[in-house]
């Protein structure tokens, strides 16, 4: 054979040779041809090694090249140990010592790739010695000859020459005869054992033997157990196992498969104790590890496939994604090997050896043995027979047959269950074994279900001992773990099993709601983490979830409803999770989810429950927006979504309503508006502050015309929905603690929850709060019946007290029950006496009325401090809190609307063509039934209100005691009353503005309409800044009815003198009984209440511009939403709307960018004012309709009260006053405080005093007046629009911007160009006045009262209307009083100081101003202004002057002839002065204004000096009193007239101090006024005021 290594290799071994030989190597094995290739690469490792056994080759080269071709085949080594062989038989014959050397060192450098036992069968001992891979040769060589010897040579004991093939046959024949007969296990083991003594057979293999029968015979259990046990006696105890365990060794091949004979077999043994379950589990496989490393393997697997259905995935990865899950499956489906140990556990659980099964499940993974399904299907089995009798008896539902299910053959087996405890003892053990894999047998499922259905019922019904009650706690404890680890599991496995679901929840139902939650708690967030099928099935139910939300419309309501109802019997957790969150990202999704849920299961809707609690409660979630001034859309979504699901579906509320109660007591007031959402759906009640006046209106009828005209939508079928709501409440008690908590929370949110956030938000949940209140409480009244109502709401005085109810709620939560209270106790009295007369039911109506409220009067004493029931009564008090709309008004226009309504619907069904016939008659008959409801209730509202009004009636006279003052009274009945109520609801603000009207029409004594009227409108500043914004709407409500009242008196002299004329309410003064006048002159006549109307709407403005001009949010929201509600009646006068139109254009213009809802607002009410305009009305007609009722303003514009000095009011007025005392006058000094109020209190101070405009105007002036109205009435319409002081709010804005000023400042020139046409033609015309003043004096001794009481009434009437140039007059008066050096007096009222006149002196008055004041100045309105500001002080002075002795009128008369002449020569020195020294001043003056333009008004204060009117010149805050709410108009009106005043002012002082008598210098004092208005309106103004004074004397 030639060289395969040629010598070259060798030489150049590292440079090519190693190369080239691993190449040869490598071409040798590839080669097809087996034998050849084998013996050649013998040969090259042959050659390799001799190599270095001659020493050419080092012993490292060639192990490292033997290193890297071993791998080239598999008989690598093998071939390596081989040539080893041989080289250690030459080398040992061989005489070179260095060549043995040199192949022991090969082998040592090659053991690493030849194992140690291939060379210890090769090579020889010694060799192997020498490599120290045995220890002593000789010892090896021993050891080896005896193995040898063992194997080969030495014989067993029983061998086959000594046994004989026939005792096997016998042996078989024996175990397979026919054992039917009378053969025992006794008789055959007594027959083996003679085989085997007989036949010598190896016992053990007859033991395999019986086996291996009885692995063919299973039927015989009763025969072979017995022999098997028997025979066990002669062998080792271990013998058995081992023998089984060989069996069972024999089938762990991979392709091997053990049959189940012998798994039964085994389990059979093992159940009869023949072998330990330890002793054979050792012998099965795959081991312990090795399923906890399956079992890890399948939760890795079930998350990657949740990863990858949660996962986007590109269309193009999609493709390859399947392809490569189809290999994966592929894979998966290779059979896996046999898993003995689950064979065993399924035959144990077959023949029902559950303790054994038990401890092989235990050495499992949870769960892990019955995901296999025959284990599970088996442990099924064993639970249907073991519950079997106990079912039968308590669970079959009636009319059902079933199958029964024979018991297991073997006594062994668990015992069957017969009591409910006996099913705790192993039933329920089972179960838990089974997990969610119970939902491989659903028949299981139920029958379980129904046990629990039984045992639930047996558990609620008592009459059980204390003993037997712990057990079935620890029973009912047993059935929620099977629940929450068996059966909701089980349910989420199986495929859409509708009736399980319903199936499961006649058991759930049974269960308090708390337990139900949580198990729903349990089964959503932890049940699904537990295993990886549910893993899986989680997955699979949100993927399929997002595919049907993704194509939800309306429009595929119902295919979609039925997906979503298929998916939600399995899984209903995850699947309604994943529709809630997309609620709450887009709420255009819930009316078509809503439709779509009408496939679910009562289990499902109650799931549903469960969930949106938990999405409510979500505590990652913010319940505010980011502006933290909303509340988050998504509570909004979840809380609509709430009110439609719990309409539509019947879904138990308990859970939610109790979880805003929780949330409530926790101080959180968010979540009320889950509750106003679902009362509002499930009872139809809304509340709303955008209802229209006519919905308000239907909303005080009966309940029908409510659900018909006063909702928005028309709310049908909420019986059913109420009903469930009203059952909730009662049976879970929770209506009381509701309404409570609601109450209480209010002012938490404001106090408690109010701190850190935003004002608005605060009060959006304020509004929240109360709005839900109310509506809450709505429903309660109509829903509740009367015993359930009284028997839960307590007293009064314990809603108040105890719980610390406010009031407002108190009362709003007793109504319904003193209505109900009442209107049984009158039906009791109606039964008991059959009167049917009118009068009979009012009176038992009334007798009603007092049992049933006599104790709530008693209970409201203690809410209130002893003090207040000194004004107001407790009986009013409560009347006003218990009445509502209802009792006091039948609003017959709404009755008659939705009867027109009905009947329109009715034509309408006749003209129907389409409809089909009975269709038409189901309609009308369903409209007519309607309407005939109406009418009924129509009638019943109107009798119920008469004999309301009749009650009233006779109440009303113990009302208002009024123990302190009238004024006392009014602020009593509004805080307590009025205010509070006002903004309770809509509909309250609507019954408190006819509550006001009501007390006025009934002519309740002490209550002065007026006053009320006057308070309510005057200053509404801090009422409007203190509201919410639904407040504020409530409020506007309110404003607008008590201003249409106000708006209707004020149209028409005919309906005032109707509903006011005669009326208490507008007394102004009270008389002695003596006096002989007519009541009249006590009434506010109809001109001067015009006059009052335009000072309210004054006022009005006054306050809404302060408001718009604060910059505040809430004010200026506020006050826009109050005008936005009172735009039907303001406002009327043409220059306050301009004004208010200016300012809100402002402030549309600041806040466009700043705050859009302010914008908004503004820009809303802007278009509707504007809208308005047209019917706005220029002021003279406001209050100057007819020629009379216009003469009546100018009288007290220009006469202010410091007017002109008119002895004869003098002579009148003290004489009246005779009977006035100090004392009297001293109380009224102190009460005075404001127009109105001065009125009423001078009503009950001073009896006689005729009042008139709170002047001692002179009656002269005031015909000059009417004079000039008539004369030059165009004239007098431009100057008043100048003049009005209503005006002067938008001065306020303008004068800081200072445009008004160029108006005053031409004012000022014309007027200037007057006075110097007006200076010269004096002395004639005084002349003709002395004349005539002479006759008037002579003529006024015939003139009635009459006529003082009519220039009373209207001047009093406009004083009260115009109390800016009340202000102005007044302070004049104090400029005179404090030169006089009299005591300043606190400001009387405008209806107080008396200026009698007589017919005749009025009629040639007039004629003479109609010849002298043919036009009129327009500095007027400046310089009116300025006096009128005088007025208040004015009347002040007059309760000095009441008080001097009096004389008789003969007497004063001739006085007054006496001073006449004095005075007249007086004035006209005085008045030549003057006009020189106004001429000058008025150049100064007219250029410094231009210059300086508040200099004037420094000027103003400094030149008043000691007069007091610094005290109206102080900056104004909107809470003044009425007092100071001209200031604005001084400054700005009146600064041309400053300097004249001062002039004026110490022209006076001089002539006071000049006079002697007291009476004396009060006439002076008057010329001075009549001196100083001459100063200002013109020299021909003064000669008239001359001639009509002289006339007067």
């Known amino acids: 054979m030639a060289a395969l290594l040629p010598a070259e290799w060798i030489k150049n071994w590292e440079k090519g040779g190693k190369s080239e030989f691993v190449q040869l190597c490598r071409a040798l094995s590839e080669n097809k041809n087996h034998d050849v290739g084998f013996r050649d690469i013998q040969q090259a490792l042959y050659e390799l090694a001799y190599h270095v056994v001659r020493g050419n080759l080092k012993h490292d080269q060639a192990s490292n090249v033997l290193g890297d071709v071993i791998e080239f085949r598999e008989d690598m080594p093998s071939i390596l140990a081989d040539v080893f062989c041989i080289l250690d038989i030459e080398t040992s014959c061989l005489e070179e010592k260095n060549k043995r050397d040199h192949f022991t060192q090969l082998v040592l450098a090659s053991l690493y790739l030849v194992s140690d036992t291939v060379l210890k069968e090769r090579l020889d001992p010694e060799t192997l010695e020498s490599l120290g891979l045995i220890k002593q040769s000789q010892q090896f060589n021993q050891k080896s000859v005896k193995i040898k010897t063992k194997l ?90 081992h023998i089984l365990g060989f069996k069972f060794k024999f089938y762990q091949d991979p392709s091997g498969e053990t049959p189940s004979s012998l798994y039964r077999v085994a389990a ?55 392809e490569k899950e189809k290999e994966k499956e592929e894979e998966k489906t290779e059979k896996p090997p046999d898993n003995q140990k689950l064979g065993l556990l399924e035959a144990l659980l077959k023949i029902g050896d559950w303790h054994h099964a038990q401890s092989i499940m235990d050495q499992m993974p949870p769960f892990y043995s019955t995901s296999h399904k025959p284990i599970a299907i088996a442990l099924c089995q064993l639970v249907h027979v073991t519950i079997e009798p106990l079912y039968r008896r308590v669970g079959v539902p009636k009319g059902a047959k079933g199958s029964p299910i024979s018991s297991l053959p073997n006594k062994r087996a668990p015992k069957q269950a017969e009591s409910f405890e006996e099913l705790r003892k192993e039933v329920f053990n089972m179960l838990c074994y089974l997990g969610p894999h119970l939902s491989h047998d659903p028949i299981l499922f139920a029958k379980v279900v129904r046990l629990g259905k039984a045992f639930m019922k047996e558990f609620q019904s008592d009459g059980s001992k204390q003993e037997d009650k712990e057990k079935m706690e620890t029973l009912f404890s047993c059935l929620l773990s099977i629940t929450d680890q068996v059966l909701l599991p089980s349910l989420s496995l199986m495929d859409c099993n509708a009736c ?408 309408a069904i006749d003209d129907n063509q389409e409809m089909p016939p009975n269709k038409k008659k189901k309609e009308k008959e369903r409209c007519t039934a309607l309407q005939d409801k109406l009418l009924e209730e129509e009638k019943k509202q109107l009798e119920h209100v008469q004999r309301v009004l009749q009650r009233l009636k006779l109440e009303k006279d113990n009302w208002l005691l009024a123990k302190s003052t009238k004024n ?94 005669n009326y208490p309410g507008f007394l102004t003064i009270l008389r002695a009984t003596g006096f002989d006048g007519g009541n009249k002159a006590d009434q506010l006549d109809y001109e001067n209440f015009r006059h009052v109307v335009h000072k309210w709407h004054y006022k009005l403005t006054k306050a809404s511009v302060h408001c718009l001009e604060t910059g505040e949010y809430t004010h200026i929201r506020n006050i826009l939403i109050v005008l936005t509600k009172i735009l039907p009646w303001y406002p009327k006068v043409l220059n306050l709307g301009q004004a208010l139109e200016r300012r809100v254009h402002k402030i549309c213009q600041e806040e466009k960018e700043k705050r859009p809802d302010l914008y908004a607002l503004a820009m809303g009410y802007s278009g509707q004012l504007k809208s308005r305009k047209p019917f706005m009305i220029p002021e003279n007609e406001f209050h100057h309709k007819d020629p ?162 009519e220039s009373k009434s209207s001047v009093e009437k406009e004083r009260e209307k115009e109390p800016s140039r009340e202000r102005d007059l007044a302070k004049e008066m104090k400029s005179k009083e404090n030169a006089k050096g009299g005591e300043k007096v606190p400001v009387a009222g405008s209806l107080k100081s008396p200026v009698p006149r007589s017919e005749t002196s009025e009629s040639e008055r007039e004629q003479k101003r109609r010849k002298v004041d043919t036009h009129s100045s327009p500095s007027h309105s400046s310089t009116v202004k300025d006096n009128l500001n005088e007025l208040k002080d004015s009347s002040a002075k007059h309760y000095i002057n009441h008080t001097t002795p009096t004389l008789s009128k003969s007497k004063e008369r001739e006085v007054e002839k006496k ?108 010329k001075a006024e009549k001196k100083e208005k001459r100063d200002s309106t013109g020299g021909k103004e003064e000669k008239k005021h001359h001639k009509s004074s002289d006339k007067h004397r």
Not at 299 to 322: P, Y
Not at 1042 to 1054: A, G
Request: proline share 4%; aromatic share 8%.
């Open 500 to 907: 399980m679901s319903e199936e499961l929840w006649g058991m759930f139902k049974t269960f308090p709601y708390q337990y139900r939650y949580r198990l729903y708690g349990q089964w959503k967030n932890e049940t699904y983490n537990s295993h990886p099928l549910l893993v899986k099935v989680k997955a699979q139910t949100i993927d399929r979830a997002k595919y049907i939300m993704k194509r939800l419309t309306k429009e595929n309501v119902k295919p979609s409803g039925r997906q979503i109802g298929k998916l939600s019997h399995s899984n209903p957790t995850i699947l309604f999770d994943y529709i809630l969150s997309q609620i709450q990202k887009y709420d255009n999704l819930i009316t078509p989810v809503v439709d779509s849920l009408k496939y679910l299961t009562s289990l499902n809707y109650d799931v549903l429950a469960y969930c949106i609690i938990e999405a409510l409660a979500n505590p990652e979630k913010e319940r505010m927006k980011h502006d933290d001034t909303t509340i988050s859309s998504w509570l909004q979504s979840l809380a609509s979504f709430c009110g439609a699901v719990f309409r539509k579906y019947p879904i138990e509320l308990a859970g939610l309503l109790q979880y805003v109660a929780n949330q409530l007591k926790a101080g959180k007031s968010f979540d009320l508006l889950i509750l106003k959402e679902v009362v509002q759906k499930m009872a139809g009640i809304e509340i709303t502050e955008e209802m229209t006046m006519e919905q308000l209106e239907a909303m005080t009828g009966g309940e029908q015309l409510k659900a018909e005209g006063g909702y928005f939508g028309q709310i049908r079928n909420t019986k059913k929905s109420s009903q469930r709501l009203k059952d909730a409440l009662l049976d879970h008690d929770l209506a009381l603690p509701l309404c409570l908590l609601m109450a209480q929370q209010r002012n938490g949110v404001v106090f408690q929850e109010g701190g850190e956030k935003h004002l608005k938000l605060v009060g959006k949940l304020y509004d929240q709060c109360h709005d839900t209140l109310v509506q809450f409480g709505g429903f309660l009244a109509s829903n509740l019946s009367t015993e359930d109502y009284i028997k839960r709401v307590p007293s009064i005085d314990v809603l108040c007290n105890e719980f610390h109810t406010p009031h407002d709620a108190a009362f709003f939560l007793s109504r319904p029950m003193y209505a109900h209270h009442i209107s049984s106790k009158y039906d009791e009295l109606k039964k008991a006496e059959k009167g049917n007369k009118q009068q009979h039911k009012v009176h038992k109506y009334i007798t009603s009325c007092e049992l049933v409220m006599a104790p709530v009067h008693e209970a409201v004493i203690s809410l209130h401090l002893p003090k207040v029931w000194d004004d107001i009564s407790p009986q009013f008090y409560a009347t006003f809190w218990s009445l509502t709309m209802y009792d006091l008004a039948v609003p017959h226009s709404s009755y008659d609307r939705e009867v027109n309504k009905l009947k329109v619907q009715m034509k």
């Open 268 to 322: 059979v043994l093992l159940q009869h104790n023949l072998i330990d379950l330890e002793d054979l589990y050792v012998h099965l496989l795959p081991g312990d590890n090795a399923i906890i490393e399956e079992h890890k393997r399948e939760i890795v697997e079930a998350k990657q496939i949740v990863r990858k259905l949660t996962m986007v995935v590109l269309s193009s990865e999609k493709t390859e994604e399947k």
């Open 1188 to 1349: 009379p009722a216009r003469n009546a303003v100018p009288a007290t514009l220009q006469n202010g009260p410091g007017g002109a000095g008119i002895p004869t009011s003098l002579t009148i007025n003290t004489v009246r006053l005779e009977e006035g005392t100090t004392e009297e006058t001293d109380k009224l000094k102190e009460k005075s405080q404001g127009v109105v109020k001065v009125i009423n209190k001078t009503v009950n101070a001073t009896p006689k005093v005729t009042t008139s405009n709170g002047n001692s105007a002179s009656n002269s002036k005031i015909i000059k007046e009417k004079d000039d109205k008539e004369k030059s009435g165009k004239e007098k319409d431009k100057e008043k629009k100048d003049k009005t002081p209503a005006a002067t709010p938008e001065m306020k804005a303008l004068g800081k911007d200072g445009k008004d000023k160029p108006k005053e400042e031409r004012a000022n020139k014309d007027e200037k160009a007057r006075e110097i046409k007006e200076k010269t033609p004096k002395s004639d015309k005084e002349k003709e006045k002395v004349k005539k003043e002479e006759k008037a004096s002579k003529e006024e001794k015939s003139k009635t009262v009459v006529t003082i009481i």
């Open 968 to 1061: 006392e009274t009014i602020t009593k009945f509004l805080q307590l009353c009025i205010f509070p109520r006002c903004i309770f609801s809509a509909i309250d603000a609507v019954y408190c503005a006819h509550f006001v009207e009501l007390v006025h029409q009934q002519k309740t004594p002490n209550f002065s309409t007026l006053l009320c009227y006057d308070r309510v409108f005057s200053d509404i500043i801090y009422t409007v800044a203190s509201c919410t914004e639904n407040e504020a709407s409530r409020y506007g409500r309110f404003l607008c009815c008590m201003l249409e009242t106000v708006t209707r008196w004020h149209s028409d002299r005919v309906i005032y003198e109707k509903e006011c004329g």
């Open 1459 to 1566: 001073d006449l002449d004095k005075s007249r020569e007086r004035s006209r020195e005085r008045e030549k002065k003057d006009e020189k020294d106004r001429k000058d001043r008025k150049r100064d003056h007219s250029n410094s204004d231009r210059e300086v333009p508040q200099d004037s008004t420094k000027r103003r204060k400094d030149e008043n000096g000691t007069t007091g009117s610094s005290k109206h010149s102080k900056s104004e805050s909107p809470s003044d009193s009425p007092r100071l709410n001209e200031k604005e108009k001084e400054k700005n009106k009146s600064k041309s007239s400053g300097k004249e005043k001062g002039d004026s002012i110490k022209a006076e002082k001089m002539e006071k101090s000049s006079s002697g008598s007291k009476k004396e210098s009060r006439h002076d004092k008057e």
């Open 152 to 241: 080969f040579y030495k014989q067993q004991k029983f061998n086959l020459l000594r046994e004989e093939n026939e005792g096997y046959a016998k042996l078989i024949a024996e175990l397979g005869q026919d054992l039917s007969g009378n053969i025992t296990s006794e008789l055959i083991l007594e027959n083996i054992k003679s085989l085997i003594g007989c036949f010598n057979l190896d016992p053990n293999r007859v033991l395999d033997i019986i086996l291996e029968v009885y692995e063919c015979r299973p039927e015989y259990d009763d025969f072979f157990v017995p022999l098997i046990e028997s025979y066990m006696y002669m062998c080792e105890p271990q013998t058995l196992c």
